[in-house]
């Protein structure tokens, strides 16, 4: 169960964010206006949710959950691949230290974004990606170990990072796409194939039962709804046009 989650309003400066999309710039009012129902579902699952100021040093700061990983054991601030992310972990390092939870560091040359992390009960799954290196995994291995958890990797072709890829939905249901639905190191899990089609909606978010799913992938929402869901639809149209996904938005813990 979760009960809290922490976001960031998008900066205006969100225009100028990474992305590989081409599906144009974002609507600045309209990102905020999703930003806020996306706030609005989060509570719809029961968690309060902290709202962090917008920065716009920062383009991709609004994809919060890059820039710190929150396990039910501590926080581990990482550092993310992108060199004009780095800052970011600044400004959460400072909300965790409010929140009074041990802290842990991704540290050089180590780099780290955990979107590229899954959690599955006590084991983290990190995906090594363009912005996580071995290095990176490595320490993470290190920090989790201390705290009683383990983890393991899985190196990724083709997407940005491992959650853009695979959600798990608790239960042993991983919904998945792509280079991930034959994965070996996936093999136990019972897998719910996203269509190539609605490849988008491969991240969705499992909060307290729920599931929230992007908003305009019909295929994708019914066949979670069919493996025993409620499921909350989130139009994040503006987001996806920086390359994010539903679970970017937020850390939940
Ligand atoms: C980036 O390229 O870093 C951002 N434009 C998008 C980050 C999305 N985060 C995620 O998938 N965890």
Not at 16 to 35: F, V
Not at 77 to 89: L, V
Request: hydrophobic share 40%; glycine share 6%.
């Amino acid at each position: 169960m979760f009960t809290r989650a922490i976001v960031k309003t998008p900066c205006r400066n969100m225009l100028n964010g990474i992305s590989t999309a081409s599906l144009g710039k974002p609507d600045y009012d309209l990102a905020l206006k999703q930003h806020k129902n996306y706030i609005f579902a989060l509570k719809q699952c029961g968690l309060t949710v902290i709202v962090l100021d917008p920065d716009e040093n920062f383009p991709d700061s609004t994809f919060i959950e890059d820039a710190c990983l929150i396990t039910p054991r501590c926080a581990i601030i990482t550092n993310p691949g992108a060199p004009s992310r780095r800052g970011e972990t600044i400004q959460i390092s400072e909300t965790i230290k409010e929140l009074d939870m041990p802290c842990e560091n991704i540290q050089n040359p180590g780099t780290l974004d955990a979107g590229d992390i899954m959690m599955v009960k006590d084991h983290y799954f990190a995906g090594l990606s363009d912005r996580t290196n071995i290095e990176g995994a490595s320490q993470l291995n290190l920090i989790l170990k201390k705290y009683g958890l383990t983890s393991s990797t899985i190196a990724l072709k083709n997407v940005l990072h491992l959650k853009t890829g695979i959600s798990y939905l608790e239960n042993n249901n991983l919904l998945a796409f792509g280079e991930f639905l034959t994965h070996p190191l996936l093999s136990n899990f019972n897998i719910l194939a996203v269509d190539q089609d609605e490849s988008y909606a491969a991240n969705s978010v499992w909060i307290n039962g729920k599931v929230l799913v992007p908003m305009g992938f019909p295929k994708t929402n019914k066949m979670i709804k069919a493996a025993g869901y409620q499921t909350i639809e989130v139009d994040v149209s503006e987001f996806r046009k920086l390359d994010g996904g539903l679970s970017c938005l937020s850390l939940r813990f």
